[in-house]
């Protein structure tokens, strides 16, 4: 309410004499103090980018003063002016500031964000070049300060927009802080752009600069960008702006997408202005530019390519894993036995499969609950996975139901091994387990029906065991 109180009354002020100055400067300072009160209510540790800020905004804010002073007392207003120092040093300390919330809030370095931003930097960083930089004749001995002053401006507006693009690009805690700080650094991009396009303009912006309620306005600009700062450092989240964000990888929105695009798009757009003008006066400084943009799409390409092989290779593996215990699912064993059999058989090896059943689940999670019998389940698949020799498969088959692979084990090993698992259950549990070795001709779904029927004998005579489903002649030879 007061920074908008404050805009309105710098409308009405009149033209001519000290109060424009004055209210400026204030309301600079005022959002500088509004800073500092928010960021004393901050942690230690999560101050220093505010306290930049602060000192970016009141070296802008003074640079009013100091120009208004020097222009009327002293008539110094060609390039460089005393105040310019103080005008510049917003954007080191801005950017500064960003640099340190872009590290907190990702820890970890972000290449497709860095990427991103590189493009849009590159993209808008011609058009600076061309329209702003280039023109500048440093020809002239005498106005070198002059000139690298002039440069100066639009190479900190360029090193701005890059911090400012790479914080939108992470993630993390996007409230109203986050947004206020983000609207303030646009407001001073923006301003400094309208400056451009005047001075492009020749007499039409002299013109335009003159008109009073035009430079208010644009005055106005620079204003709201002082005190947006402030207005974000007194919100009671803006601790949240610095808080690390998770590690998930940026986003490529629709948003973002037509940004890069446009962004992309920058250079062939100057290259075929300067040729419909019938010159093309920073050919090389297009070519430059188009080269690496292409790199950074390319860039950009192979790591949205990495990013998709990498999801890919997780929705494999969750495919084929039990969200629960982590072990591998029905649809894995059901590819891996034919497999072991196959093996078997190439091998001439016995091979033995088992199918577990917890004993009495349902009264365990009647008793204790579904959060308990989860429990039990992950801590029970753990302990007899590390009961089982290195080269056996557990695997859940569904509800309190696993199945366990035996590889080169006949019955008589099928058993010592089992029977160390059922010693490991935990909880005081147990289980109750049918055992079937290969007769080297069934199949897998005729293996694993014998061992469930080993299984059901083996609950019908009292749970707690193994039962061993009857042998032909080749498991007879295997045991």
């Known amino acids: 309410m007061v920074a908008v109180l404050a805009l309105i009354t710098y409308q009405f002020l009149p033209e001519g004499g000290w109060w424009p100055t004055v209210m400026q400067v204030a309301i600079g300072w005022t959002g500088v103090a509004a800073i500092l009160i928010g960021a004393h209510r901050m942690p230690r540790r999560d101050r220093l980018p505010w306290w930049l800020f602060a000192a970016g905004v009141f070296s802008n804010a003074t640079g009013i003063g100091v120009a208004a002073v020097a222009a009327e007392r002293y008539g110094l207003v060609d390039l460089p002016t005393p105040a310019d120092p103080f005008f510049l040093g917003l954007y080191p300390a801005c950017a500064a500031g960003l640099i340190v919330l872009i590290r907190r809030r990702n820890p970890r370095r972000d290449w497709a964000a860095l990427v991103d931003a590189a493009t849009i930097t590159t993209g808008f960083g011609l058009l600076a070049w061309v ?18 002053t002039q440069v100066a401006y639009p190479i900190g507006d360029v090193l701005l927009l890059a911090a400012t693009t790479r914080l939108l690009r992470s993630g993390g ?5 986050f947004w206020w700080l983000t609207g303030s650094l646009a407001a001073f991009l923006i301003g400094d752009s309208a400056w451009v396009i005047l001075d492009n303009l020749g007499d039409t912006g002299t013109v335009l600069i003159g008109t009073p309620w035009f430079s208010r306005a644009l005055e106005s600009v620079f204003l709201v960008a002082f005190l947006l700062f402030g207005v974000a ?9 610095a808080g690390p964000t998770d590690a998930r990888p940026a986003s490529l929105g629709t948003g973002l997408l037509t940004l890069l695009t446009g962004a992309s798009l920058i250079a062939p757009a100057v290259l075929a202005a300067q040729t419909a003008s019938g010159t093309v006066s920073d050919g090389w400084s297009i070519a430059f530019c188009s080269a690496t943009l292409f790199l950074l799409v390319v860039a950009r390409m192979a790591l949205l390519i990495r990013e998709v092989e990498t999801q890919a290779r997780q929705v494999r593996a969750l495919a084929r894993s039990d969200e629960l215990t982590g072990l591998p699912n029905r649809r894995a064993w059901n590819d891996e036995l034919p ?64 199945v366990v692979l035996l590889p080169a084990a006949g019955a008589g090993d099928g058993v010592r091994v089992l029977t160390r698992a059922l010693t490991a259950t935990p909880s005081g549990q147990t289980f109750s387990a049918g055992l079937a070795v290969w007769n080297s001709t069934e199949t897998s779904d005729e293996l694993l029906t014998r061992a469930d029927t080993a299984l059901y004998a083996a609950k019908a005579a009292g749970r707690n065991r193994i039962e061993v489903a009857p042998n032909d002649r080749a498991g007879a030879a295997a045991a």
């Open 233 to 241: 450092a007194l919100h009671p989240g803006a601790r949240a702006v």
């Open 173 to 177: 805690s996007r409230g109203a802080p």
């Open 131 to 148: 329209y702003v930089i280039a023109p500048v004749n440093l020809g002239d001995p005498m106005d070198r300060a002059a000139h690298a």
């Open 339 to 402: 497999r072991a059999l196959e093996r078997a058989r190439r091998d001439g090896l016995p091979v033995a499969v088992a199918i577990l059943d917890l004993d009495h689940f349902k009264s365990y999670n009647d008793t204790y609950g579904h959060p308990a019998g989860d429990r039990l389940l992950k801590e029970a698949s753990a302990a007899w996975h590390a009961a089982l020799r290195d080269v056996d498969v557990i695997a859940r088959y569904g509800g309190e139901e696993f």
